[in-house]
Nanobody, 128 residues
Framework: QERLMESGGGFVQPGGSLRLSCARS????????MGWYRQVQGKERSLVAT???????ISADAVKGRVTLSMDNAKTTVTLQLNHLKPEDTAVYYC??????????????????????WGQGTQVTVSS
């Protein structure tokens, strides 16, 4: 069973940058897509960005142009870098893994309910 753990959250002033990491438990299996979501207390969870093992990325409008996703060579770690941070970026950030099968859903997208594994989240606070 896949296990995910986020790290790198913390406090940062507006305009700063943060780099979050999502560590998978094993590199023995491939994933279809990895996703980053965020959630504000009392609000619905929303998409931040997604990445495939081949490096194809999608980002939400709220972070477009400010976000960079990458995978390491072993495909065990996904990194989310968010620049020009705003107070509205404050949230708990979650990593999610779509383990497939490859023929489920869309080749280009993974719906939130289609992700098979979720991390516990890491808090990001943007404030002066």
């Amino acid at each position: 069973q896949e296990r995910l753990m986020e790290s790198g959250g913390g406090f940062v002033q507006p305009g700063g940058s943060l780099r979050l990491s999502c560590a998978r438990s094993s590199s023995a299996y491939s994933v279809k897509r990895m996703g980053w979501y965020r959630q504000v207390q009392g609000k619905e969870r929303s998409l931040v960005a997604t990445i495939t093992p081949r490096g194809d990325t999608i980002s939400a409008d709220a972070v477009k142009g400010r976000v960079t996703l990458s995978m390491d060579n072993a495909k065990t770690t996904v990194t989310l870098q968010l620049n020009h941070l705003k107070p509205e970026d404050t949230a708990v950030y979650y990593c999610a893994a779509d383990s497939g099968p490859y023929y489920r859903g869309s080749y280009y997208y993974t719906l939130e309910e289609e992700y098979d594994y979720w991390g516990q989240g890491t808090q990001v606070t943007v404030s002066s």
